[in-house]
Nanobody
């Protein structure tokens, strides 16, 4: 059974930083690409960042230069480091494995 468990969401002030983590189980983690998506109220879920099994990355234009996705295959974990956070980054952030599974989401709120 595939499980993805996110953590690290919080309330943070504009300009602040957070690191999200997603621990995967039930898959051979190193074989799969992993992604972070987000969904703000009233909006569609959108791709934030993706890292392939080989470590190649791509980012949404809105987060380039501020967010960094990384993975630790020994820990079955993918991370999203978020710097210079803006109110428009407020959303539920979801972890995704490219075999088609989603985590339950973690809330990120950027507000003063």
């Amino acid at each position: 059974q595939v499980q993805l468990v996110e953590s690290g969401g919080d309330l943070v002030q504009p300009g602040g930083s957070l690191r999200l983590s997603c621990v995967a189980s039930g898959i051979i983690f190193r074989l799969y690409g992993m992604g972070w998506y987000r969904q703000a109220p009233g909006k569609q879920r959108e791709l934030v960042a993706f890292i392939s099994s080989g470590g190649s990355t791509n980012y949404a234009d809105s987060v380039k230069g501020r967010f960094t996705i990384s993975r630790d295959n020994a820990k079955n974990t993918v991370y999203l480091r978020m710097n210079s956070l803006k109110p428009e980054d407020t959303a539920v952030y979801y972890c995704y494995v490219d075999s088609g599974y989603w985590g339950q989401g973690t809330q990120v709120t950027v507000s003063s």
